[in-house]
């Protein structure tokens, strides 16, 4: 085990380096150059001069390259043109959020798509299956901003039922420990904060589960019904194994190598795809933060957030391969 996490670290590193190029040509090949972008389109040459002086940006591309890769290993991500703070300090403010965001909505994708596909597997063509593969395709389709503005629109504004934006109800009496709102309600015994944070939680994570959950379902159901397919479980049914252990042991185990993977490259994106999300609610995680840089044209935002996105994928893609190595043996060996 502990080879293949070397190993898989170590094929990682060459893509980490190559982003970074393209990232720094990004930064090198903007309009006016990096000082016209935090100076604004009404910069002077005297004041791109002296920016260009101060970002090092009159050295050799080489040169300049060594220092940006520098401090991308020293965690260093720059300061935020909009805010002043250290993007690092801006992530781990918001960072939080949007985790306890992401993970609730993948929970709702699996724990509810990976049963739903298998039945409908296998209850194929009966009305499960019908409604699995109708939903699973409304849900691809549907935009995610439309979608959460319905909901909110509905469940938060005309019945109520929903709070329609924020983690926590304002002038709740919460004691913030780690910026998880679910998590710091559990472990100070404020039942009443977690509850609440899971209520404010309801909405936006049921919008962000929407295309994660459509295709857990069709990449379940898929996976499902080729496995049954297979001499092995036709041969283990023949043997009169128990519906259970064919079911867990012959079919689920086999079926959800495919599913596993996607289930690490769907969590990547949500993390990266929240913005839309928390913006219609208000979430205050990366997301919206990410779009006000985005308006705001603050680059070191952006560049921290991609490298910092990148970082996220290597780690899921690492714990897909180990989670591989454990539903398979034989990856061990490969």
Known sequence: ????????????????????????LWLNRLPGGPASAILGERATPTEVARINRALGLDQPVWVQYGRFLKRIFELDLGTSTKTGQPVWDEFALRFPATVELSVM???????????????????RGGWLDVAAVSGSLVGICVPVFFLALILKGFFAVNLGLFPSYGRLTTGLDATDV???????????GEFDATLDALHHLALPAITLASIPLAVIVRM??????????EDYVRTAESK???????????????????VVTAIGLLTGSLLSGAVLTESVFS???IGSFIKDAIDARDYPVLVGFIMFIAMVYVVINLLVDLAYSLIDPRVRVN
Do not use: C, W
Request: aromatic share 4%.
């Open 240 to 258: 009169g194994l128990e519906k259970n252990t064919v079911r867990v042991r012959h079919v689920l185990r086999n079926a959800l190598l495919p």
């Open 1 to 24: 085990m502990l080879r293949l996490v070397v190993r898989r670290l170590l094929q990682l590193i060459p893509t980490l380096l190559g982003l970074s190029v393209l990232l720094f």
């Open 283 to 285: 979430f205050g995680g």
């Open 105 to 123: 909505a993948m929970l709702i994708a699996v724990v509810v798509g990976i049963p739903l596909g298998y039945l409908a597997a296998k209850r």
């Open 178 to 188: 780690t910026g998880f709102a679910v998590l710091d309600g559990i472990l100070t």
């Open 220 to 229: 379940t159901r898929a996976s499902v019904l080729e496995v049954l397919g």
